[in-house]
């Protein structure tokens, strides 16, 4: 997993990136957990995304880049203030989050329209305001901490895919 670190400026958006190089252990059901390890997972971690522990911002856009042209599913992003205690973030395993024991610490979800392909050899989606992507997303870290973290599910059934795939997803976040 990579991640690009935020330069965070108040008021200036800041554009956040994880990749993860998804373990595609087999064709994924529709509401599947998609991560770097069938075994051993790891929620999505956006490092730096606020100036100062405990701020907050708006997520106002979001941007999905998948290492292939075969795949068009729709993502879900389920975001936390914490790493949430759902125990699923194996990959291509039936997703649990959120949880109710952490109704505290979600802060909601991003939801990306199918990818398309343009024939670059990458799929996108981008989630914006005006989409039924539920942007822009307000969100305030949790006191002793500057991150979000992420369970990230597929809404699609999705078959074909290939093992080390790269899934790019970058959130601009706007911090108050």
């Known amino acids: 997993m990579t991640e690009r670190q935020a330069v965070v400026q108040v008021g200036v958006p800041n554009d956040v990136s994880v990749t993860k190089a998804l373990a595609a252990a ?3 059901a529709a509401g599947d957990v998609v991560s770097e390890s069938a075994s051993a997972g790891t929620t999505w971690n956006w490092a730096n995304v606020v100036k100062t522990n405990g701020g907050h911002g ?3 856009k979001a941007t999905a880049l998948l290492e292939t042209t075969a795949l068009t599913p729709r993502f879900t ?12 973030t194996n990959d291509n395993v ?15 979800a991003i939801e990306f329209p199918a990818m398309k ?5 990458d799929s996108y989606a981008v989630a914006q305001p005006g989409s039924s992507s539920l ?3 307000e969100f305030k870290c949790a006191s ?8 990230v599910a597929t809404r699609d059934a999705i078959t074909g ?3 080390t795939d790269d899934l790019i997803i970058v959130l601009t976040i706007r911090e108050d």
């Open 26 to 28: 087999g064709n994924y």
């Open 58 to 60: 708006f997520i106002t």
């Open 77 to 88: 992003v389920f975001l936390f203030d914490t790493d949430p205690t759902s125990a699923v």
């Open 94 to 108: 039936a997703n649990t989050a959120p949880l109710h024991a952490d109704a505290a610490t979600f802060v909601g």
């Open 117 to 121: 392909s343009l024939g670059t050899g």
């Open 135 to 137: 942007l822009p997303l």
């Open 144 to 151: 002793g901490d500057r991150d979000l973290y992420a369970i």
């Open 161 to 163: 895919e290939t093992a």
